[in-house]
Nanobody
Framework: QVQLVESGGGLVQPGGSLRLSCAASTTIFRASTAGWYRQPPGKQRELVATITSAGFTNYADSVKGRCTISRENAKNTVYLQMNGLKPEDTAVYYC????????????????WGQGTQVTVSS
């Protein structure tokens, strides 16, 4: 069973910074696309950022220039550095990994962390 353990959430003032971490229990992480998603109160889950196994990144427009996703394959860990935080960044943040296509049938598996709360408030 793949486990993703997130850490680093908390309460921060507007303009502050946080660094989220997500450690995976499997080395399949190294071949997987990793990402961060968030679910604001009363809203649907949305993409924050993803990073492929080759290091290509993608960001939601709302966080471009403020957030940086990175990965450390030796530790099976993905990070999200968030700067210039705004109240609208308040959400539960979820880590995700999407495995490479199965060679037999092309399917990919998604695994999710339990979520970590980020609250931006003065």
């Amino acid at each position: 069973q793949v486990q993703l353990v997130e850490s680093g959430g908390g309460l921060v003032q507007p303009g502050g910074s946080l660094r989220l971490s997500c450690a995976a229990s499997t080395t399949i992480f190294r071949a997987s696309t990793a990402g961060w998603y968030r679910q604001p109160p009363g809203k649907q889950r949305e993409l924050v950022a993803t990073i492929t196994s080759a290091g290509f990144t993608n960001y939601a427009d709302s966080v471009k220039g403020r957030c940086t996703i990175s990965r450390e394959n030796a530790k099976n860990t993905v990070y999200l550095q968030m700067n210039g935080l705004k109240p609208e960044d308040t959400a539960v943040y979820y880590c995700n990994i999407r495995t490479p296509p199965n060679l037999r049938d092309g399917t990919r598996n998604d695994y999710w962390g339990q979520g970590t709360q980020v609250t931006v408030s003065s």
